[in-house]
């Protein structure tokens, strides 16, 4: 572990064997988000600008995350404010933003790209969001398989 | 994700330096990666190039600018396929060496 701080913007990319429509119902789907998201538990509402995304921990008696909706153009963008409640000098920073691309690519698969940034005010969160790499992989092997690859924690 | 891309991409010290780079700092333009290696603006646009075709670096348009970010997914990829398999197959071996050792002593 160095001193040095996060970046206060991080781009995470992958490609996978499934539609930009499967892809953007993996991100969107509170049943699929279930399975390779820790369990999360996502608040069934209204896909649009302004509404809410409330995550709770697979019980449900954790509120991991109390977010809004900043866009959303299915299948292609969707972005969300963040904020990590489950932590409390996490949820004792500010807001950062998490935006989600799929574009259409070549040999049947779907490009997508994350970007975590306005990370100014968020250090701790900042240094913690390369645990998207898990979250990206695992969502991939679910698209791919049918199946997470490791089991929800 | 191409396997042999990753493994090429990261084969060269100058690449690994690169990515060590924008590991300390992220998001930064071709002549901002110039100005910190002594190489050539063709040699760091090259060896860019081929980071960005195994995925290890996405450049995306900020405004005028072109920002290179790294993309630690093929890594994590490259790690979940090579490494965690044979790190637990060598603490496994090291252990049934001590046990060898230990019952032989």
Same mark, same amino acid.
């Given at each position: 572990?160095?001193?040095?701080?996060?970046? %206060?913007?991080?781009?995470?990319?992958?490609?996978?064997?499934?539609?930009?429509?499967?892809?953007?119902?993996?991100?969107?789907?509170?049943?699929?988000?279930?399975?390779?998201?820790?369990?999360?538990?996502?608040?069934?509402?209204?896909?649009?600008?302004?509404?809410?995304?409330?995550?709770?921990?697979?019980?449900? %008696?954790?509120?991991?995350?109390?977010?809004?909706?900043?866009?959303?153009?299915?299948?292609?963008?969707?972005?969300?404010?963040?904020?990590?409640?489950?932590?409390?000098?996490?949820?004792?920073?500010?807001?950062?933003?998490?935006?989600?691309?799929?574009?259409?690519?070549?040999?049947?698969?779907?490009?997508?790209?994350?970007?975590?940034?306005?990370?100014?005010?968020?250090?701790? %969160?900042?240094?913690?969001?390369?645990?998207? %790499?898990?979250?990206?992989?695992?969502?991939?092997?679910?698209? =791919?398989?049918? =199946?997470?690859?490791?089991?929800? =924690? | 994700? *191409?396997?042999?891309?990753?493994?090429?991409?990261? $084969?060269?010290?100058?690449?690994?330096?690169?990515?060590?780079? /924008?590991?300390?700092?992220?998001?930064? @333009?071709?002549?901002?990666?110039?100005?910190?290696?002594?190489? @050539?603006?063709?040699?760091?646009?090259?060896?860019?190039?081929?980071?960005?075709?195994?995925?290890?670096?996405?450049?995306?348009?900020?405004?005028?600018?072109?920002?290179?970010?790294?993309?630690?997914?093929? +890594?994590?990829? +490259?790690?979940?396929?090579? +490494?965690?398999?044979?790190?637990?197959?060598?603490?496994?071996? /090291?252990? *049934? /060496?001590? @046990?060898?050792?230990?019952?032989? $002593?």
């Amino acid at each position: 572990m160095t001193t040095m701080t996060a970046n %206060t913007t991080q781009v995470y990319q992958l490609y996978i064997r499934a539609t930009p429509e499967q892809v953007w119902d993996a991100i969107t789907n509170p049943e699929t988000i279930a399975r390779y998201f820790h369990g999360a538990q996502i608040d069934p509402g209204p896909l649009e600008v302004g509404a809410p995304r409330r995550s709770w921990s697979p019980d449900r %008696t954790q509120l991991w995350g109390d977010n809004t909706i900043l866009e959303c153009d299915p299948p292609r963008r969707y972005v969300h404010t963040w904020r990590s409640l489950y932590d409390a000098e996490m949820a004792a920073e500010d807001e950062s933003r998490v935006t989600w691309e799929i574009e259409p690519a070549e040999g049947g698969t779907s490009r997508l790209t994350l970007i975590h940034d306005r990370l100014e005010g968020a250090p701790k %969160t900042a240094a913690s969001v390369v645990g998207w %790499t898990y979250i990206l992989s695992n969502l991939k092997t679910l698209l =791919e398989t049918g =199946e997470p690859f490791a089991a929800a =924690e | 994700m *191409d396997d042999d891309l990753v493994f090429k991409a990261l $084969a060269d010290p100058s690449r690994r330096l690169l990515l060590d780079r /924008l590991f300390e700092r992220d998001g930064r @333009t071709l002549g901002e990666l110039e100005s910190q290696l002594e190489m @050539t603006r063709f040699g760091v646009m090259k060896h860019l190039k081929v980071l960005e075709q195994a995925g290890l670096v996405v450049p995306r348009r900020q405004g005028r600018e072109k920002l290179h970010f790294l993309n630690p997914v093929p +890594i994590r990829q +490259i790690h979940d396929r090579w +490494i965690d398999k044979y790190r637990a197959h060598e603490v496994s071996a /090291l252990l *049934d /060496l001590k @046990t060898s050792l230990e019952d032989s $002593a």
